[in-house]
């Protein structure tokens, strides 16, 4: 099947730092979409992103598809940004998304 | 708040014991998925249901099943429970059954001891 690998796994940043998050999938894909699990456990979705940039606030999200890549961006980061970051792909006819390895955010003061 | 709901937030049962999980979608969405979170396995998709039919199976264990019902929540049964079974179980929903955005309900966090 298909593999999802993102990176960096972890990362620490002081707060009011940029960050670039990136997720590689090992074949096409119909769709991509991010989220952010935060320490509670919630997954929040951030982007529906099959191609192309979106924006919204603090953070963007780019994919190319025929490169086979996302790369999720966070500007002026803040505490409450800490958790786990993952990507996720839809794949061929099937509705189900298969996740990324994650990676973990930990925003500092 | 995504809009999809779920229940129990916690969940404590020994082993050997069977439990039912439940999920209401989002208004309007006719897909339910379920995906286990497990430490060693990550998010792994177990089992979508669109509009009361099955339409696709992931890695889910025989001692699991699930169901849609006409009012299109569904429930994960659990049995036979196994303390490799301790995890947080999502539910999403989505519009229909093609690429469309899945919303996640907040989990059900499960312990088995």
């Known amino acids: 099947g298909i593999q999802v690998e993102q990176s960096p796994p972890d990362l620490i940043l002081q707060e009011g730092a940029n960050s670039t998050l990136r997720c590689n999938f090992s074949?096409?894909?119909?769709?991509l979409q991010w989220f952010h699990q935060n320490p509670w456990g919630q997954l929040i979705n951030l982007f529906y992103?099959?191609?192309g940039t979106k924006q919204n606030g603090r953070l963007s999200a780019t994919t190319v598809a025929t490169e086979r890549y996302s790369l999720l961006y966070i500007s002026s980061s803040q505490t409450t940004d800490s958790g786990v970051y993952f990507c996720?792909?839809?794949?061929?006819?099937?509705?189900?998304?298969?996740f990324g390895t994650g990676t973990r955010l930990q925003v500092t003061l | 708040d995504s809009g999809v709901t779920q229940t129990p937030k916690h969940l404590i049962t020994a082993t050997g014991q069977r439990v039912t999980l439940r999920c209401s979608p989002r208004?309007?969405?006719?897909?339910v998925y379920w995906y286990q979170q497990s430490l060693d396995q990550g998010l792994q998709f177990l089992i979508q249901?669109?509009?009361?039919?099955?339409?696709a199976k992931g890695n889910i264990l025989e001692r699991f099943s699930a169901q849609q019902f006409p009012d299109l929540h569904s429930e994960l049964n659990l049995s036979s429970l196994e303390l490799g079974d301790s995890a947080l179980y999502f539910c999403?929903?989505?519009?229909?059954?093609?690429?469309?955005?899945?919303?996640f309900g907040p989990g059900t966090r499960l312990t088995v001891t």
């Open positions: 992103i099959p191609s």
């Open positions: 074949d096409s894909v119909n769709n």
């Open positions: 208004s309007g969405d006719l897909s």
């Open positions: 996720a792909v839809y794949t061929g006819t099937a509705s189900k998304l298969t």
């Open positions: 249901y669109y509009n009361g039919e099955e339409r």
């Open positions: 999403a929903s989505s519009l229909s059954v093609a690429s469309y955005e899945q919303y």
